[in-house]
């Protein structure tokens, strides 16, 4: 266990350079974040009303078919722009390893050539939210550990779709089948990679959040200004260390696509590492 550990925190650390070498791969996650909350944003305030009417306090009976037409629009909403930027990352992203010369707007270009499959495969990951979040509201303990086993399945079997957009001219369902196979052949049974970047940016999250909080209590006890100046400054902090997570993920899974495909070129990323920061089914 320690060595797979030490692979993961290894291959974090490679795909933390090539990062490094191209700073700008982090304004598609920021791009992401921005588009949601504005998008999210201007169709909640218009369905605030409908929210309100919707609420179990309003006395109302719920209107189950409506409940869940507004929990699968929020789902397409934010699949939908996570999937775009996540795509134009990719992008970028193989074309670093492929040694090319790659920019921020080309991989928008390559996003927006793969819009319409993107917003195909966003209706689908919608509609299988929101069934399972309907599903489970109605089930008993038993029934929400089989649904949690189902969407974790979902997750995994789906986990290089993206990837699969990106780089593969191919359909909504093509992509999902497409992604189960090289899921398959590559990831076999334990997943590490994802878990270990998950925890190294946990870890600085939940130093950087108890030390800066500290800090920032203690100056604004000497000074309020100065106590809102550190606390605006750990809140910024916090938002590039989700801003990196997310991009490393978004770096990790254009690796192991290329990888899983059989290509060995992976930009400076050691091919053992990621073999090894999963272990392959026999």
């Known amino acids: ?42 169709f909640a305030v218009p369905l605030l009303p409908l929210l309100a009417a919707l609420s179990p306090k309003s006395g109302r009976p719920p209107d189950h078919l409506l409940l869940y037409s507004v929990v699968f629009l929020f789902y397409f909403i934010t699949f939908s722009v996570m999937n775009f930027f996540n795509t134009a990352l990719v992008e970028v992203a193989l074309r670093r390893f492929e040694g090319e010369a790659a920019t921020v707007a080309g991989g928008l270009r390559r996003a927006w050539a793969r819009l319409p ?68 052949k590559t990831w076999g ?26 800090v920032a209590i203690n100056a604004f006890m000497a000074s309020p200004s100065l106590g809102i100046a550190l606390l605006a400054m750990l809140v910024l902090a916090v938002c590039l260390i989700a801003l990196a997570q997310t991009t490393l993920q978004g770096i990790y899974a254009a690796a192991l696509y290329r990888y899983a495909d059989g290509d060995t070129a992976t930009g400076g990323l050691d091919a053992d590492l990621l073999g090894g920061a999963f272990l392959a089914r026999d």
């Open 1 to 42: 266990m320690f060595e797979r550990l030490q692979r993961s925190w290894d291959l974090a650390m490679q795909c933390l350079a090539v990062l490094r070498d191209d700073k700008s791969l982090l304004l598609f996650p920021l791009f992401s974040a921005i588009a949601i909350v504005l998008l999210v944003a201007s």
């Open 117 to 184: 499959v993107i917003l195909m495969y966003s209706i689908v990951a919608a509609t299988a939210g929101t069934v399972l979040q309907a599903v489970e509201e109605r089930v008993g303990f038993i029934g929400r550990i089989v649904i949690a086993l189902i969407g974790f399945v979902w997750a995994v079997a789906t986990a290089l779709v993206v990837p699969v957009l990106a780089a593969e001219d191919v359909g909504p369902y093509e992509a999902i089948a497409r992604s189960a196979e090289l899921v398959r």
């Open 189 to 214: 049974e334990q997943i590490i990679g994802n878990t270990g970047i998950g925890l190294v940016f946990g870890l600085a999250l939940g130093i950087v959040v108890v030390i800066g909080g500290l």
